[in-house]
């Protein structure tokens, strides 16, 4: 693994975020439209009344809370981390391809930052859109290796920059 992987997942992985976002975001948009149109409805009703009662206004706050009670899509995080992250693993591949350092230190840093993008983002996927909430508690994995990858790429880049 000398930075080609990285590269290859990282084009494919952008892929893959760039499709899933909009997808995991338009049943959000019927939720909310209807409920929009609820609140609406009722909101009408108060307004075409010269004397609006007790229960109508009631009727238009009930819609209008529901409606600032729909779910908000915890796909948006995962969505813009996972492009974020594919970014990186392609950036790291072509940095890593790069370096001349050992070739078990590019793999380390290679593996850290694969892992850091399945474990990070893809954990994010996992419970925000698939709902899979035990995968939240994995996310911590992610994060730790791509902070560890960034500082072992610092290190490798301090060391494997040719002076010419």
Request: net charge positive; hydrophobic share 55%.
């Amino acid at each position: 693994m000398n930075g080609k992987i990285n590269i290859v997942f990282g084009f494919i992985y952008f892929a893959f975020t760039a499709v899933l976002g909009p997808t995991v975001m338009v049943p959000h948009f019927g939720i909310t439209k209807q409920a929009m149109e609820k609140a609406s409805q009722a909101a009408d009703k108060v307004k075409q009344e010269t004397q609006p009662t007790g229960a109508s206004t009631a009727e238009a706050l009930t819609g209008i809370l529901d409606y600032l009670k729909v779910e908000k899509p915890m796909a948006k995080g995962a969505h813009g981390h996972g492009n974020l992250e594919a970014l990186l693993n392609i950036a790291a591949g072509v940095v890593l391809l790069s370096l001349a350092i050992p070739a078990n230190f590019k793999a380390l840093l290679s593996l850290l930052f694969l892992v850091g993008a399945v474990f990070h983002s893809g954990m994010l996927y996992l419970g925000g859109v698939f709902h899979l909430y035990w995968a939240f508690n994995l996310t911590i994995i992610g994060a730790v290796a791509i902070i560890s990858g960034l500082v072992g790429m610092g290190v490798a880049s301090f060391i494997g920059i040719k002076k010419t």
